[in-house]
């Protein structure tokens, strides 16, 4: 879509409306203007000239598609795929108004563990523009929702004209001038749509639809909100029909507001159009499918992947879009379908969890969400090995395209000293209950922080936080796994406990998508002021992935550095060894102002989903401090007391194993090439590690 650039006419009705009276100018272009209602009207009409036009007696048509099931996250751009489906159709029409599709083709692949069956239209093509009520999900989703060009949606909607746009089509030879109306609900207690619809500037023809719905549309009190774009194609010159659809569904718990929620988004592309040629004569109208072998045996021309490598799984512009525009449309009212007041769960392990310095804790929250950019969440609980509660407040604006700001307060929240999670949470509770390992160096932090994000294009962006905290060294509450006295833990490493203040850059470029081939890379800069002192710690990380089409073979290459000046506190070296750095070592038994860390995994598919097998290789360095043993002319720090040391040069590791159950369990032998040991590590797919 190309706004028209440097239109005379555009810009000579502007000097003429703002010449006007403002009674005049709110009559020529606000809400229900004569011209706005004059455009829907010529739009209602138009809709009817297919079951008019008898030139047109019949067509049918190709459509492919797929629909996509997918883990996104409230607070980034990451989503992890679980099912794709892709689907082929055979489309008919014949007046009056007889639409007919089948599914020809069909086939699935899951990239984790599910139960999803799609309702039949999430497989399949709107050929009516939704007809003059709008039903989704089979009307489990959405039904009774008024079309905007239906005969008396008046009595529905309020239209405004919004801008005049170029559009060029990929099956016209000219470029398409088009209206773009504006549509919101005259009331909210209503089922309706909120969004744009395209009009064709000669023929009236509706060109494409962007909306999604008020509230109360929603059936199904799982959803949050549900987003579609259809697109029209000019074919043959004259007929205005399908070319392009998209529609995006999220849902959650009503009664808990998770980290994750889940998605479907499917993309439908029709083409192969044949007019006024024979068509099946007992055409039935509705879906219908051929036997189960015959759509499994289909010869899709594209693999199951190559859209998503294609395109990723992120919407089109106009989808992405479509509710913050449906925001303003409403003043920012609430778009969701969900509760404004829900259990909040930041992840599995926030509700409970075990660990050494905690013993058992458990947790709860409430989220409090009045519009569709801004949050309140409030969270705590009780860790019962110190006998202390610990809590946050935090509110949240998502700027969406503009900045976005967020305010944190907590009371001993407990962080880790590692670079990052060794184990998902879930799982390290359950390491330390049974076997008496806990693979966190926890301390705890009150205080505040500010952040504030803009993105940068399309892929990046940019975050600045403020944060003044108090840090606490954790202690041993734990002496050994609650269901096994004789597995000891090891000891808490204490911080260098006093007050923090720092500034924070970070650049970010996601992989948000598990396609073939993508990238990213973060490089954040700290600065900050400890008893007394300054630090400046800068860090830069890059990830490679490279991937067969069919995602059967995977190599992924990670690189990370970082540094830290002299006076920072302990709580800012970094630590590497064993699970999650460097494997075939002790756990984080190298420290440093200083470290390198590189990764590299390679995977092949052996029989899907059970068994891949693995070949992992690491290798990684620390450097900057002084030995223990060495005079020192800095105060003493508690990394002294750790037990820890530098690298000593570069360590290496290699090993290969195997992944269970769709990657979601890793195994591998690796041995610590100089100085380290054979060593079992098992792992977890990393998606789940800030969901559990």
Same mark, same amino acid.
């Given at each position: 879509m190309r706004r028209a650039p440097g239109s005379w006419v555009c810009a000579l009705v502007a000097l003429l409306v703002a010449a006007l009276p403002a009674e005049a100018q709110s009559q020529a272009v606000g809400w229900n203007s004569p011209r706005a209602l004059e455009l829907i009207e010529r739009a209602r009409q138009r809709r009817l000239l297919p079951q008019q036009d008898t030139t047109l007696r019949n067509y049918s048509a190709q459509a492919e598609g797929f629909v996509y099931f997918y883990l996104d996250r409230r607070d980034s751009e990451e989503r992890t795929l679980v099912k794709v489906d892709q689907v082929a159709l055979e489309l008919f029409w014949r007046p009056p108004d007889v639409s007919s599709q089948r599914i020809v083709g069909l086939r699935d692949v899951s990239r984790l563990p599910n139960r999803m069956h799609y309702h039949l239209d999430h497989l399949t093509v709107v050929q009516d523009g939704f007809g003059d009520m709008i039903r989704m999900g089979d009307g489990d989703e959405v039904r009774d929702v008024p079309h905007p060009a239906a005969p008396g949606s008046d009595a529905t909607y309020e239209f405004r004209l919004a801008d005049s746009l170029t559009l060029r089509l990929p099956n016209a030879s000219q470029a398409i001038r088009v209206y773009e109306l504006e549509v919101r609900p005259l009331r909210m207690d209503r089922p309706a749509l909120v969004g744009s619809v395209f009009v064709d500037r000669a023929s009236a023809a509706i060109v494409r639809m962007s909306f999604t719905f008020t509230p109360v549309s929603y059936v199904d009190p799982r959803?949050?909100?549900?987003?579609?774009?259809?697109?029209?194609?000019?074919?043959?010159?004259?007929?205005?029909?399908?070319?392009?659809?998209?529609?995006?569904?999220?849902?959650?718990?009503?009664?808990?507001?998770?980290?994750?929620?889940?998605?479907?988004?499917?993309?439908?592309?029709?083409?192969?159009?044949?007019?006024?040629?024979?068509?099946?004569?007992?055409?039935?109208?509705?879906?219908?499918?051929?036997?189960?072998?015959?759509?499994?045996?289909?010869?899709?021309?594209?693999?199951?992947?190559?859209?998503?490598?294609?395109?990723?799984?992120?919407?089109?512009?106009?989808?992405?879009?479509?509710?913050?525009?449906?925001?303003?449309?409403?003043?920012?009212? &609430?778009?969701? +379908? #969900?509760?404004?007041?829900?259990? %909040?769960?930041?992840?599995?392990? !926030? =509700? @409970?969890?075990?660990? /050494?310095?905690?013993?058992?804790?458990?947790?709860?929250?409430?989220?409090?969400?009045?519009?569709?950019?801004?949050?309140?969440?409030?969270?705590?609980?009780?860790?019962?090995?110190?006998?202390?509660?610990?809590?946050?407040?935090?509110?949240?604006?998502?700027?969406?395209?503009?900045?976005?700001?967020?305010?944190?307060?907590?009371?001993?929240?407990? &962080?880790?000293? +590692? #670079?990052?999670?060794?184990?998902? %949470?879930?799982?390290?509770?359950? !390491? =330390? @209950?049974?076997?008496? /390992?806990?693979?966190?160096?926890?301390?705890?932090?009150?205080?505040?922080?500010?952040?504030?994000?803009?993105?940068?294009?399309?892929?990046?962006?940019?975050?600045?936080?403020?944060?003044?905290?108090?840090?606490?060294?954790?202690?041993?509450?734990?002496?050994?796994?609650?269901?096994?006295?004789?597995?000891?833990?090891?000891?808490?490493?204490?911080?260098?406990?006093?007050? #923090?203040?720092?500034?924070?850059?970070?650049?970010?470029?996601?992989?948000?998508?598990?396609?073939?081939?993508?990238?990213?890379?973060?490089?954040?800069?700290?600065?900050?002021?400890?008893?007394?002192?300054?630090?400046?710690?800068?860090?830069?990380?890059?990830?490679?992935?490279?991937?067969?089409?069919?995602?059967?073979?995977?190599?992924?290459?990670?690189?990370?550095?970082?540094?830290?000046?002299?006076?920072?506190?302990?709580?800012?070296?970094?630590?590497?060894?064993?699970?999650?750095?460097?494997?075939?070592?002790?756990?984080?038994?190298?420290?440093?102002?200083?470290?390198?860390?590189?990764?590299?995994?390679?995977?092949?598919?052996?029989?899907?989903?059970?068994?891949?097998?693995?070949?992992?290789?690491?290798?990684?360095?620390?450097?900057?401090?002084p030995a223990v043993d060495a005079p020192i002319s800095d105060p003493v720090r508690a990394w002294q007391t750790w037990n820890v040391q530098g690298s000593d040069g570069l360590r290496a590791s290699l090993g290969g194993g195997v992944s269970l159950f769709w990657d979601v369990l890793r195994a591998d032998v690796v041995r610590g090439l100089n100085g380290g040991a054979w060593r079992l590590v098992l792992t977890f797919h990393p998606d789940l590690l800030d969901i559990s």
């Open positions: 959803l949050d909100y549900i987003s579609v774009s259809l697109d029209n194609g000019l074919w043959e010159g004259r007929y205005w029909l399908p070319n392009e659809q998209t529609l995006q569904i999220r849902r959650q718990i009503p009664e808990l507001d998770f980290a994750a929620g889940a998605v479907i988004q499917g993309r439908m592309r029709i083409s192969d159009y044949v007019f006024n040629d024979s068509v099946p004569r007992r055409l039935r109208a509705g879906v219908s499918a051929v036997p189960p072998a015959q759509r499994a045996a289909f010869d899709f021309e594209r693999g199951i992947y190559d859209d998503l490598n294609d395109a990723g799984l992120s919407p089109p512009p106009d989808l992405d879009e479509v509710r913050r525009r449906a925001a303003e449309l409403l003043a920012t009212r &609430r778009l969701s +379908g #969900l509760p404004r007041i829900r259990l %909040g769960l930041g992840s599995a392990s !926030s =509700a @409970l969890r075990y660990n /050494r310095a905690e013993g058992i804790a458990a947790g709860a929250g409430l989220v409090y969400a009045p519009g569709p950019q801004l949050r309140l969440n409030i969270a705590g609980g009780y860790a019962f090995g110190p006998d202390r509660p610990w809590g946050a407040i935090e509110a949240a604006s998502n700027g969406g395209s503009a900045t976005g700001a967020s305010l944190r307060a907590t009371y001993r929240d407990t &962080r880790d000293l +590692g #670079l990052a999670p060794a184990l998902p %949470g879930v799982i390290n509770t359950l !390491s =330390a @209950l049974i076997i008496g /390992r806990d693979y966190t160096d926890p301390y705890y932090a009150t205080g505040a922080r500010l952040r504030l994000t803009r993105p940068l294009g399309v892929s990046m962006r940019i975050d600045v936080e403020l944060a003044g905290e108090r840090h606490a060294s954790a202690g041993l509450t734990q002496d050994a796994a609650l269901f096994d006295d004789s597995r000891r833990f090891r000891p808490v490493r204490e911080i260098d406990d006093g007050d #923090l203040s720092s500034v924070r850059f970070a650049l970010r470029r996601p992989m948000p998508d598990p396609r073939a081939d993508d990238w990213g890379a973060a490089i954040d800069a700290e600065i900050g002021a400890f008893d007394g002192g300054y630090y400046f710690r800068p860090t830069a990380r890059i990830s490679l992935r490279r991937s067969s089409a069919d995602l059967e073979r995977v190599l992924t290459l990670a690189a990370s550095a970082g540094m830290v000046t002299a006076d920072a506190p302990s709580q800012r070296l970094f630590l590497l060894g064993g699970t999650g750095t460097l494997p075939g070592y002790a756990f984080r038994a190298f420290t440093g102002r200083r470290y390198v860390l590189m990764d590299v995994q390679a995977t092949q598919t052996v029989l899907d989903p059970w068994l891949r097998l693995r070949a992992v290789g690491a290798i990684g360095a620390t450097a900057g401090l």
